[in-house]
């Protein structure tokens, strides 16, 4: 009942018992597979290659099959597995190999049954009809990325009309506004400090009033109010020293030989290592001493609420993203597509032969007669790439830790291909927090670049195995097309107090020079047992630095800084990777789809 634990189990002790299982059996209806049923496809009965005379390692494939699903349009694209999209060239309707409605047969002579061979050839070509033959004005492209303008982005120099416009636009939308800040503030560090931050207007020209100066912004940062973000603080957790331990194994002594790999056993090793750092010390990172913070964490900016501070999908997009194919509407696309009529007169349960063209001879070198062969129509932009995001659910069965760009496997409807995805939180925000391990628990979203396919479509993951073989690590369903998706990497630094004066203290070791801490200077500061503040001022050059909290802090706190960059994927889509993939009841076991754990 592992497979079907819905289901109820029915006894046949009685006759009484055999009925109502015969009556159940009379109520169940076959239940649709959508992504299947809205395109066409066909399984092949038969198949033939012709090379081409021109290109040896290039033919036409010819399928014969039953069609299935919607009618097909020789003008469209046709998807063979492990290979990708190819065009077809024509469409055959040959005698059918299963008619509804036998012929009687009569009695032949011997001479005419020894004309049957010879005469056969000659009557199957006379019986195939063309039905359509492609029309390469209204063929659909194969052209998969969007043609790149490498100088699409750049600028013309305004001239000095536009500047003297644009310097009067600016003064016109600029509202001036005094605030009081420390000495050697510059104007972009001026812009973090809140608004409704008041400070008394007070002029220090002694060194012996800068005390009361300080006690006043103590007061007012007590008083400030405390805006929500969103996230658990990370609680403190006891840190473990690990050490590598030497266990012998059995008495054989090519037991090493057989089951042990150094390499991969060590990167294993680190791969557990680092997930169970990550638990404990959740987005958690050193500060580099060799390389300054700044250089470092040059494309991390601070957000005062992780929820509702702005993000600009369009900014700093990277030069894959010229590539790719974007929608306005996705979902109104996906019904566009759906209803739209095609004219054609392939309809479904003819039994038909495909052409396709420029097919490579390795495909039927590895083809094999005895796996069955199903080719897909593709609807329209189906063969662009694109961002595409699967919610997916961890099989509980596979407890080896998965890494974020890990190469895997994706089974996505009637594509299968291989890419190295990136892991994020599935919530309902604009901003999605990225995941550095696939979570156990829990439905994660995973993105990648690949090919538009429209939902619904189910989604089944495999691992790749050192010896070959593959295991079943995750399923899910498919969520859409949506390269806006903001996926925001998240790092904490942090530092320890070393003295602490009520609400001020000297924190150390989150910064290593006095540069770093002016950098970082407008973001705001937090503590693992929920206090607020900012840097005042850095002491000396060695890193040591200022802070004022909104109250009283402990000598076992921890003080933290949140840091966010966004995250792309990588451009590391191969179609072809996926051959030697074979579905089988042994390699996906007992499964469960991630939409029970969504409802």
């Given amino acids: 009942m592992e497979r079907f634990p819905k289901e109820k189990i029915y006894t046949l002790d009685s006759a009484q018992d055999a009925i109502l299982l015969l009556r159940h059996l009379g109520d169940q209806k076959l239940s649709s597979i959508r992504w299947r049923d809205t395109r066409p496809h066909i399984l092949a009965r038969s198949v033939n290659f012709e090379p081409n005379p021109e290109q040896g390692l290039l033919g036409t494939l010819k399928v014969s099959g039953f069609l299935r699903g919607r009618p097909l349009s020789v003008n469209g694209l046709i998807h063979i597995p492990g290979y990708g999209e190819f065009q077809m060239k024509e469409i055959d309707s040959p005698p059918d190999p299963c008619p509804l409605k036998s012929h009687p047969r009569k009695k032949k002579s011997k001479a005419d049954e020894m004309n049957i061979d010879e005469d056969k050839d000659q009557a199957m070509d006379e019986d195939i009809n063309v ?48 605030r009081k800040v420390p000495k050697g503030t510059s104007e972009y560090q001026a812009a973090w400090i809140l608004d409704n931050e008041e400070e008394e207007e007070e002029s220090s020209e002694d060194e012996s009033e800068n005390d009361d100066a300080s006690m006043q912004d103590e007061d007012n940062l007590q008083a400030r109010e405390i805006s929500d973000e969103e996230g658990d603080m990370a609680s403190i957790a006891d840190t473990n020293d690990f050490e590598t331990i030497s266990i012998t194994g059995g008495q054989k002594d090519n037991y ?33 001493r060799d390389v300054t913070a700044r250089t470092r964490f040059a494309r991390y900016r601070g957000l005062k609420s992780f929820r509702s501070s702005p993000w600009d999908p369009k900014e700093n997009l990277p030069l894959d993203y010229a590539r790719i194919f974007q929608f306005q509407n996705f979902n109104r696309t996906k019904k566009k597509v759906e209803k739209q009529e095609i004219e054609t007169d392939v309809q479904p349960g003819m039994y038909i032969t495909i052409h396709i063209v420029n097919v490579p001879k390795s495909f039927i070198d590895d083809y094999n007669a005895e796996k069955p062969l199903v080719l897909f129509g593709l609807l329209q932009h189906e063969q662009k790439m694109s961002v595409l995001h699967f919610a997916l659910k961890r099989q509980q069965s596979y407890a080896e830790p998965i890494k974020s760009k890990d190469r895997l496997i994706f089974q996505t409807g009637y594509r299968s291909f291989t890419a190295c995805p990136i892991f994020s939180q599935h919530t309902v925000g604009d901003k999605q927090k990225y995941e550095r391990f696939f979570p156990i628990e829990g439905v994660t979203v995973a993105s990648v670049y690949a090919p538009i396919v429209f939902p619904p479509a189910n989604i089944l993951v495999f691992k790749e195995l050192p010896g070959g073989s593959h295991v079943l690590v995750a399923t899910g369903t498919l969520l859409g097309a949506n390269p806006d998706r903001v996926v925001v990497k998240k790092v904490v630094l942090s530092g320890h107090p070393f ?15 006095r540069e770093d801490i002016l950098w970082f200077k407008p973001i705001e500061l937090k503590t693992k047992w929920g206090r607020r503040g900012h840097i005042k001022e850095p002491l000396g050059t060695h890193g040591h630095m200022k802070c004022i909290f909104d109250g009283q802090m402990k000598s076992q706190d921890t003080v933290l800084m949140t840091l966010y960059k966004r995250i792309y994927p990588k451009w590391t889509y191969d179609v072809e990777g996926s051959k030697g993939l074979e579905i089988t009841p042994a390699t996906i076991g007992s499964c469960t789809y991630v939409e029970d754990y969504m409802e």
């Fill in 131 to 178: 039905l359509e033959v492609v029309d390469t004005a209204k063929q659909e492209s194969l052209q998969a990325e969007a043609e790149m303008d490498p100088m699409e982005g750049e600028q013309t120099w305004p001239t000095e009309e536009e500047m003297a416009d644009a310097e009067a636009a600016l003064k016109d939308k600029t509202k001036k506004i005094l």
């Fill in 256 to 288: 090493d030989k057989v089951h042990f790999d150094e390499e991969e056993d060590l990167e294993m090793l680190n791969k557990y290592r680092e997930e169970r750092m990550n638990a404990m010390f959740p987005d958690e990172v050193d500060t580099p």
């Fill in 499 to 513: 003295k602490i004066m009520k609400r001020q203290a000297v924190v150390r070791y989150m910064f290593f020079n």
